[in-house]
């Protein structure tokens, strides 16, 4: 069964610090994976995505993802928090041989930077 | 401006009440969901459609409809409101393909009492 992992419920970093969210996916074929952020009394914005290619993948705000195949993981990471970064940020994969174009979502992790 | 608009924001309701919750895109896109938001479940898919007239169910479809008839607009209808049915809905658009990301509306709170 497909499904996507988000480890850890609430991430406390301090304001300038690296920050890191963890994502674990589990798909039968290869996966495309996603993270996307949602602020208070908002709707996901899309932050990245890895499809092929370099396992790094750049995306909005300063965010990056490493995709790990051997790890099944993709984690978010970013090298200094701004307080701006708190919101709640979720992972997704959707699997390439996905016929309904079907997104699978983590539980979300809820980050939260302190000044 | 590319968006998803959802309509209402807001909405308490009394069980059994027929509602309707709006949602357009103005990106062309074919593909658009429906999904609900509740702390610790992330977001389950209630809906989707792949073009105009071509709709499914997705993990938790019991006790919505929706529709396509044109393909800006898909709307998601509660014909027979629950207190169960109380959560954060969004709906979503994108081009049709494994690999293309979603654009989302601003979300619309639903309380059942």
């Known amino acids: 069964a497909q499904s996507v992992a988000q480890p850890e419920d609430q991430v406390n970093v301090a304001e300038g610090n690296p920050l890191t969210v963890k994502c674990t996916y589990s798909?039968?074929?290869?996966?495309?994976l996603f993270w996307y952020v949602q602020y208070p009394n908002r709707g996901l914005q899309f932050l990245l995505k890895y499809i092929t290619g370099d396992n790094l993948v750049k995306g909005s705000y300063g965010f990056e993802a490493e995709f790990n195949k051997s790890q099944t993981s993709f984690h978010l990471k970013k090298p200094s928090a701004l307080v701006s970064d708190s919101a709640l940020y979720f992972c997704?994969?959707?699997?390439?041989?996905?016929?309904?174009?079907?997104?699978?979502w983590g539980a979300g992790t809820k980050l939260i930077i302190k000044p | 401006e590319a968006q998803v608009t959802q309509n209402p924001r807001y909405l308490i309701t009394v069980t059994g009440k027929k509602l309707t919750v709006t949602c357009s895109q103005n990106m062309n896109h074919e593909y658009m969901s429906w999904y609900r938001q509740d702390p610790g479940l992330g977001l389950r898919q209630i809906y989707y459609?792949?073009?105009?007239?071509?709709?499914d169910k997705g993990d938790v479809p019991e006790g919505y409809k929706v529709s396509r008839k044109e393909k800006r607009n898909f709307p998601l209808i509660l014909e027979s409101p629950s207190p169960n049915q109380t959560s954060l809905y969004f709906c979503?658009?994108?081009?049709?393909?494994?690999?293309?990301?979603?654009?989302f509306g601003q979300g619309t709170r639903l309380t059942v009492v």
């Open positions: 979503a658009s994108s081009l049709r393909g494994v690999n293309t990301e979603a654009f």
């Open positions: 997704a994969v959707r699997d390439t041989r996905s016929s309904n174009y079907q997104l699978i």
């Open positions: 459609s792949m073009n105009v007239e071509v709709t």
């Open positions: 798909v039968s074929g290869n996966p495309y």
